[in-house]
């Protein structure tokens, strides 16, 4: 169990966590010397029901507010410490409005200096904190105690165990998550960060990415609520000693995330729901600014509302545009304060980490929000799918999740996921538009791929929408020809007398001379046709995908510009880069220099082959478009 002092400056919570530990978290020379804690402090200690229990004591001053959040986004349970000579104070409330923001539901109040009070007095100030603990900590209950005397303290110490008995273990599965909110070097060991495991677990040997930097390094040991260990698991303080070329203390910094290497994609525009406290004087409008706490990072922020600006005491949805990318997670809680740290302004959670530039505020935007607010994943996940297509992988890293079974109701296009309802209605929109270019162009093979990925909603990408292609095909639901689909039962044929002509025509399209076939002048020459006739009807062979037009009055049939590619690609194979020269191709088709550019030219304007001066290489995007 991690648990994370709050409470006002001078209050005592550094001398508590003394008497329960026996260490004094202050470790700084100017700490010492002015008796108020400044940054972060760390203790550890078994309190007796045989499990170590840490302690993030954090400062209570207004302007160390920030060094509070640092430490106070993993923690298990907060104990509230207010001095019973004083009462409830300005940081007292400004933490509680923090911990509710955090969504802390655990705690126990410390009523200390005790003994400096009368029954009076400690009753007094007990009413005042009943009145101001957020609904979240209403049962927590108020302990009166003397961290000088020792009185209170054994029942503090009972009340902790107790509490450290219910804290079920985080779950470990996942990848893992370290919010560093400490870096520095340990003479013989090297870099050591520190933090809080959000997710997963770490061992030594593992490879892990310092996020948003990207700088990868390798597990040298663990370190687990201050103990060396086999493996730090989620939930638990841990220290971790990395290596790797650039790991080094003034390269990781507070804030920065200790991850496994798939999780790594830093955001700076993140769409949130966000609730303003009540204290705020007016609503948040449009690009607001402030300054953002989120675990132990902290960075400028402009908020952006998704829809009316959001009034003192109100939820709404908002997109987060920030000073600098972050490393985060779909679900992390989040803190606003004002520019100048002098106030929290609210609070809320992370909710889509891509949030869009433009088209932010449409209807199906605040769907998107509204269904990504589902507490568990396979909920989350067939919400979203329900509205549009969702990637598979993005949705686990953005997550933090290990690979989940796809939920029933939800079917799998290649990466993408989608609803059932979305799927039949995908397929039912691509037979009616399929079945509409049929009844328009009958004399057509079928639909350009591209113009029917364009006529369908949703639209998916287009290597997804391939492989979408390809299911229906398997499925018997449509023919894939070239670039082409059709419906199965769609078939062109050319009238018997140009079949005859075309069947006159196709071999002198093949064999040893078709990679340089006739022009249409010379078939016309040969079979004494005029060239008008020759041509029409290799005009209709094309559209029924029979042969290809290379250039003006040159048609080679279709199986021979499959060929071709094929060959292509064996030419770009054979070169340490993937670029090549036209003569390496026509040599391989024993061909003359001009027709041989003239097919490249043609598969240049069909995009299957990239051009850089004199040298292409193959487009891999297009390289089934002859199939």
Known sequence: MIVGTAGHIDHGKTALVKALTGVDADRLAEEKARGITIDLGFAYADLGGGAITGFVDVPGHERLIHTMLAGAGGIDLALI????????MPQTREHLAILELLGIRRGIVALTKADLAGPERRAKVTAGIRAVLPPLLREAPVLPLSALTGKGIAALRTALIAAEAETG??????????????????????????????????????SVIISPSGLAARVRSVHAQNRAAPEGLAGQRCALNLAGDGVEKSAIHRGDVVLSPALHAPTDRID???????????????????????????????????????????????????????????GDRFILRDTSASRTIGGGQFRDLRAPARKRRTPERLALIAAARAAEPAMALRALAAIGPVDLAAFLRDRSLDPLPLPAGLGQIGPLVLGDEALSGLRTGMAAALAGFHAENPDLPGMGRERLRLALHPRLPKEPFLVFLRQEADAGRAVLDGAFVRLPAHEVTLAPTDEALWQRLLPH???????????????????????????????????????EQIAHDHFFARTVTREMVAILRDVAAGTPDGWFAAPAFRDR???????????????????????????RRINPHRVDLFD
């Open 589 to 615: 088709l024993n061909n003359g220099r001009k027709v041989a550019i003239e097919i490249l030219d043609f598969f240049d304007r069909h995009g299957l082959t990239l051009r850089r001066g004199d040298l």
């Open 272 to 330: 949130a729901d966000l609730t303003v406290l009540g204290a705020e004087a007016k609503p948040l409008g449009a690009w607001f600014p402030a300054r953002l706490h989120s675990h132990a990072v902290e960075v400028g922020a402009r908020i952006v509302p998704l829809g009316e600006p959001i009034a003192p005491g109100a939820t709404g949805p908002v997109q987060l545009v920030l000073d600098r990318p972050i490393a985060a997670a779909v």
């Open 81 to 88: 410490v207010v001095a019973a000579d004083d009462g409830v």
């Open 509 to 547: 399209l093949l064999g040893e001379g078709r990679f340089r076939p006739p022009r249409v002048r010379d078939l016309a020459g040969e079979f004494g046709l005029d060239e008008r006739e020759i041509r029409r009807v290799m005009k209709l062979a094309q559209k029924l995908g029979r042969a």
């Open 169 to 206: 273990g985080r779950a470990a599965q996942g990848p893992m998550r370290l919010a560093v909110d400490r870096s520095f070097t340990l003479a013989g060991a090297g870099t050591v960060v520190t933090g809080t495991l959000l997710t997963g677990r770490v061992q030594p040997g593992d």
